[in-house]
Every structure is written in C-alpha cells, then in structure tokens.
C-alpha cells in the first residue's frame, strides 16, 4: 500500500498551485498524493496522511502585515491550534518577489507553524522569486528540489 501525502497550498496568481502540481506529479508514481487547496481543508485532515507538504505566496494581509501567508493559508493555520502530527514529515515550499522587504515571508511561518505543531521538517525550504518572470528556470528549480525531496523520502524509508 502506498504512502499518503497531501500537499496543502494557498494561491494568488496560480504560481503556488503550479509548483504544487508539479511535486504532485513528480511525487505521484511512488505515493499516493492529494493537492488541496488550504481553503478547502481541515487541519484535521492532516492526521490522516503519513506525508504533509505546505505550500503559500508571500502577501500583504491587513492585520498580519508584508510579507505573511495568503488569507486562506492564514486561515488554515489558525484554524489548527491545538492540532499535533506526531513529527510526520514535511516540507515547505513558497513564492515571492525579492524586491519585498520579506521576500517569501510565508515560508518562515510555515516553517513555524511545522515547528509547533509538531511537524518534522526533512528539506530546506523551496523558495521561488518571481515564478512566472523566470518560468523555465523555476520550473528546473522545483524539479531540482523535488528531486532531493523523493530522495530524502526515500532515505527516511517513508
């Protein structure tokens, strides 16, 4: 029986959603892998799945300030206080624009919310400048990164 992992992601443009995909395609032969949108899923969920890969641009949202997750990613989060994974894997992936002050901001507080709820990180985290401006080069960057991801997945015999 294959390994579940889910890949929750929050979008603006659709660059968050493409990189999401593509993990999800290059993941797919080996385990079984939903996309879903942050929006539409319970943090809840997540307990269900022996894999978690969490995915947001970098936005300004009134009353969290520059350089924050989308509202849905936001949302998401504050909707799983109290929730606990058990240090099941996961990886952090985001895009942004370097010309902000916090470029990929909201790969920092994915990265905290994996720390506090118990979340094992096992990459660093794929952040991406300017998604759409540099397509082809992104595009080698999120395969590059979900290369070593398949190879650290199976390193941890997952």
């Known amino acids: 029986m294959k390994k579940k992992i889910i890949i929750v992601y929050a979008s603006n443009s659709g660059g968050t959603y493409l990189v999401g995909r593509t993990l999800q395609a290059m993941l797919a032969p080996k385990y079984e892998v939903i996309l ?3 929006a539409l899923t319970s943090p809840s969920e997540l307990q269900n799945y022996d894999g978690i890969l969490l995915g947001s641009p970098s936005w300004r949202v009134k009353g969290h300030g520059d350089g924050s997750p989308q509202e849905t990613m936001i949302a998401f989060m504050e909707k799983a206080a109290g929730e606990q994974y058990n240090n099941k894997p996961c990886a952090i992936f ?11 901001g909201a790969v920092d507080h994915l990265e905290k919310f994996a720390e506090t709820h118990a979340l094992k990180k096992i990459r660093p985290s794929l952040r991406i400048d300017g998604y759409f401006f540099d397509l082809l080069n992104n595009e080698q960057r999120v395969k590059e990164w979900g290369k070593n991801l398949l190879q650290e997945l199976s390193r941890l015999k997952f």
């Open 36 to 38: 879903k949108k942050a």
């Open 94 to 104: 985001g895009c942004g624009d370097r010309s902000y002050t916090y470029f990929c």
